[in-house]
């Protein structure tokens, strides 16, 4: 493909490279050059795409992507643009043939949530006839192979060759988690979303976002539109403080759901065992009647704002019921572990204060009996967490086990002691 019609739709582009040049890859990574690449430095938060120019040219790079201005010994090969990120979307579209345009999109975004909602999303549209590729924390599933997730959301050039791969292969739709940081970085530029879901928020991200403010901001851009304008559909937990602060953005359709009696969509009945949930769910649509293997009381919301977005999207209740009952689990979300032991086992990612306090009142509702807690916070994240959630450990359980949990570049001990603070001010 030509480099003048690779460009074509990204605004504010200087050209210096030959227009004509052939353009064989895209690539933001120089261990991925070949040659004939269109290169794209961008400056990330701990490493510089510019430094590694000298190797994406040795590996044999066509021109180079920027905001920066030309190096006179490159100028014949440099590419200037205004925001490197929405360059490399706008460019990956044109190179891929738009396959977003193809697909019914789906984001999901919110500090809880986002996995399991996904994962139901995804069933659902498969009971529904509609083949459709997932992307998140745990996976991309797209085309009938499974990728481990690098980042919650993909860069938009991973991105977009992922959902061409999908539309190949006979996909329908997508549902993605899209979080805060894909979200204030613009790797979802140009996509425009058939729905997009607010499942909550609650503290996490701080040493990124520095404030709720700002991280409410990022999460409300989805809601707001990334250079495609705003989604057709908007679903709302109702419950949810910061949800509710949404609602006066003039969408063109929207759903809420919740526990509160004004939601739209909302249980009417609901049941909890070890075997599951059982809930009459009131929607616009009528009553739909659901069962899940799913355990515990917090995935009743990711129930309801599956099922709000199924119905807001003309999905029927039969199909919603049918995808419900398909999903048996999801991997580290209140997934019980079987050995036969005479005891619960119950894995959860549960990685802010709020997600680990209702995975435990979960965990004493369905036993009732004594409650051992084994947890540990990640390193090189929002330090500020770290007391909260052990003072939720401490508070909610019989006894506490502090452990590590990929440390990255911290002392294993020194993230314990953050927790510790939390758990002894709790009285465990």
Request: hydrophobic residues 40%; contains cysteine.
């Given at each position: 493909m030509k480099l003048g019609e690779l460009l074509r739709?990204?605004?504010?582009?200087?050209?210096?490279?030959?227009?004509?040049?052939?353009?064989?890859?895209?690539?933001?990574?120089?261990?991925?050059?070949e040659p004939g690449t269109l290169?794209?430095?961008?400056?990330?938060?701990?490493?510089?795409?510019?430094?590694?120019i000298p190797?994406?040219?040795?590996?044999?790079?066509?021109?180079?992507?920027?905001?920066?201005?030309?190096?006179?010994?490159?100028?014949?090969?440099?590419?200037?643009?205004?925001?490197?990120?929405?360059?490399?979307?706008?460019?990956?579209?044109?190179?891929?043939?738009?396959?977003?345009?193809?697909?019914?999109?789906?984001?999901?975004?919110?500090?809880?949530?986002?996995?399991?909602?996904?994962?139901?999303?995804?069933?659902?549209?498969?009971?529904?006839?509609?083949?459709?590729?997932?992307?998140?924390?745990i996976e991309y599933r797209f085309g009938g192979r499974s990728v481990s997730a690098l980042n919650t959301t993909p860069e938009s050039l991973d991105l977009l060759q992922f959902l061409a791969e999908l539309v190949n292969s006979g996909g329908k739709a997508a549902v993605m988690e899209v979080s805060s940081h894909a979200l204030a970085q613009e790797r979802v530029w140009g996509f425009h979303?058939?729905?997009?879901?607010?499942?909550?928020?609650?503290?996490?991200?701080?040493?990124?976002?520095?404030?709720?403010?700002?991280?409410?901001?990022?999460?409300?851009?989805?809601?707001?539109?990334?250079?495609?304008?705003?989604?057709?559909?908007?679903?709302?937990?109702?419950?949810?403080?910061?949800?509710?602060?949404?609602?006066?953005?003039?969408?063109?359709?929207?759903?809420?759901?919740?526990?509160?009696?004004?939601?739209?969509?909302?249980?009417?009945?609901f049941r909890q065992d070890l075997g599951g949930l059982r809930a009459l769910v009131q929607t616009p649509a009528g009553a739909v009647e659901i069962e899940s293997p799913l355990l515990g009381r917090a995935n009743l919301a990711n129930l309801l704002a599956a099922t709000a977005t199924a119905v807001g999207l003309g999905l029927e209740g039969p199909r919603i019921k049918e995808g419900i009952a398909a999903l048996a689990a999801v991997p580290g979300r209140f997934e019980r572990v079987d050995e036969g032991q005479p005891f619960l086992v119950i894995v959860d990612y549960a990685h802010t204060d709020d997600a680990l306090r209702n995975v435990l009142k979960t965990a004493r509702e369905l036993t009732r009996k004594r409650l051992i807690t084994v947890f540990g916070c990640g390193g090189d994240r929002d330090r500020t967490k770290r007391p909260l959630m052990g003072e939720a450990a401490g508070a909610l359980s019989d006894q506490v086990v502090l452990t590590s949990d990929?440390?990255?570049?911290?002392?294993?001990?020194?993230?314990m002691n953050d927790v510790l603070v939390g758990s002894q001010k709790a009285g465990n």
């Amino acid at each position: 493909m030509k480099l003048g019609e690779l460009l074509r739709g990204v605004p504010g582009v200087e050209i210096g490279a030959p227009v004509t040049a052939d353009i064989k890859s895209l690539a933001y990574d120089s261990r991925r050059v070949e040659p004939g690449t269109l290169f794209f430095a961008i400056q990330g938060e701990k490493a510089d795409g510019h430094d590694f120019i000298p190797q994406a040219l040795e590996r044999g790079a066509a021109a180079i992507v920027s905001e920066r201005a030309a190096p006179a010994h490159l100028a014949s090969r440099w590419v200037r643009v205004p925001f490197i990120r929405r360059a490399l979307s706008e460019t990956s579209r044109n190179f891929h043939g738009c396959p977003d345009s193809r697909l019914q999109l789906v984001g999901i975004t919110g500090t809880n949530g986002k996995t399991t909602t996904a994962f139901l999303l995804e069933s659902i549209f498969r009971a529904a006839g509609f083949p459709a590729g997932l992307f998140g924390t745990i996976e991309y599933r797209f085309g009938g192979r499974s990728v481990s997730a690098l980042n919650t959301t993909p860069e938009s050039l991973d991105l977009l060759q992922f959902l061409a791969e999908l539309v190949n292969s006979g996909g329908k739709a997508a549902v993605m988690e899209v979080s805060s940081h894909a979200l204030a970085q613009e790797r979802v530029w140009g996509f425009h979303f058939a729905a997009a879901v607010f499942t909550n928020l609650t503290q996490d991200h701080l040493d990124y976002h520095k404030d709720f403010e700002h991280y409410f901001a990022a999460k409300r851009r989805l809601f707001e539109g990334l250079g495609a304008g705003p989604p057709d559909l908007a679903v709302i937990n109702a419950d949810d403080e910061w949800g509710r602060r949404l609602l006066d953005l003039p969408f063109a359709r929207r759903i809420t759901y919740g526990m509160n009696s004004g939601a739209e969509v909302r249980p009417k009945e609901f049941r909890q065992d070890l075997g599951g949930l059982r809930a009459l769910v009131q929607t616009p649509a009528g009553a739909v009647e659901i069962e899940s293997p799913l355990l515990g009381r917090a995935n009743l919301a990711n129930l309801l704002a599956a099922t709000a977005t199924a119905v807001g999207l003309g999905l029927e209740g039969p199909r919603i019921k049918e995808g419900i009952a398909a999903l048996a689990a999801v991997p580290g979300r209140f997934e019980r572990v079987d050995e036969g032991q005479p005891f619960l086992v119950i894995v959860d990612y549960a990685h802010t204060d709020d997600a680990l306090r209702n995975v435990l009142k979960t965990a004493r509702e369905l036993t009732r009996k004594r409650l051992i807690t084994v947890f540990g916070c990640g390193g090189d994240r929002d330090r500020t967490k770290r007391p909260l959630m052990g003072e939720a450990a401490g508070a909610l359980s019989d006894q506490v086990v502090l452990t590590s949990d990929n440390p990255r570049t911290e002392d294993p001990l020194l993230i314990m002691n953050d927790v510790l603070v939390g758990s002894q001010k709790a009285g465990n």
